[in-house]
T-cell receptor, first 115, second 116 residues
Framework: AQTVTQSQPEMSVQEAETVTLSCTYDTSESDYYLFWYKQPPSRQMILVIRQEAYKQQNATENRFSVNFQKAAKSFSLKISDSQLGDAAMYFCAYRSNFGNEKLTFGTGTRLTIIP | DVKVTQSSRYLVKRTGEKVFLECVQDMDHENMFWYRQDPGLGLRLIYFSYDVKMKEKGDIPEGYSVSREKKERFSLILESASTNQTSMYLC???????????????FGNGTRLTVT
């Protein structure tokens, strides 16, 4: 079974600075998808960014980018120019390209933005 | 925008009660999911469904059942609620088909259930 590990329960960053959230995963598959979801205090889970494993190029969405290291099974999220609205729980998730579409989530990282 | 609606934001029930958590999505999605969220444990999959009347157990199905009689509605049932089922419950849906990258999960706002 696949597992997703987020080793940083909490992180903090000064507003306008850059922060990187870590995620590692364990799988024997070669074709899969990885996601970062954000959960603000409103509790609404929001998709931040996604990556296909067979694509070498790291995904980017505005201030959010990933560092995908397939051999190391690492999928970190970089947030540039941090804003107060970025404060949230961030979850890394894995989805196999085979079988059903369920996501396996990590335990989350709570990000605090310091004004 | 996809809308996934969970019927209750907060719910308080007594031990032994039968509890229904309802979820409705408005985008004709094939797949629907129930997750449980607990501090330090992240989100864990309880059950999912990829078609009407179809269901599959997730990672922690014990003590739960589900019902999907219509495509847009997916219900989570706690047959006899216990205090260890106090948690946040999140419903999600995805479009299925080729899936994967092009069908990320869309979540509801969650139901915080307290069993006393």
């Amino acid at each position: 079974a696949q597992t997703v590990t987020q080793s940083q329960p909490e992180m903090s960053v000064q507003e306008a600075e850059t922060v990187t959230l870590s995620c590692t995963y364990d799988t024997s598959e070669s074709d899969y998808y990885l996601f970062w979801y954000k959960q603000p205090p409103s509790r609404q889970m929001i998709l931040v960014i996604r990556q296909e494993a067979y694509k070498q190029q790291n995904a980017t969405e505005n201030r959010f980018s990933v560092n995908f290291q397939k051999a190391a099974k690492s999928f970190s999220l970089k947030i540039s120019d941090s804003q107060l609205g970025d404060a949230a729980m961030y979850f890394c998730a894995y989805r196999s390209n085979f079988g059903n579409e369920k996501l396996t989530f990590g335990t989350g990282t709570r990000l605090t933005i310091i004004p | 925008d996809v809308k996934v609606t969970q019927s209750s934001r907060y719910l308080v029930k007594r031990t032994g009660e039968k509890v229904f958590l309802e979820c409705v999505q408005d985008m004709d999605h094939e797949n629907m999911f129930w997750y449980r969220q607990d501090p330090g444990l992240g989100l864990r999959l309880i059950y999912f469904s990829y078609d009407v009347k179809m269901k599959e157990k997730g990672d922690i199905p014990e003590g739960y059942s589900v019902s999907r009689e219509k495509k847009e509605r997916f219900s989570l049932i706690l047959e006899s609620a216990s205090t260890n089922q106090t948690s946040m419950y999140l419903c999600a849906s995805s479009s299925g088909g080729t899936g994967g990258y092009n069908s990320p999960l869309h979540f509801g706002n969650g139901t915080r259930l307290t069993v006393t």
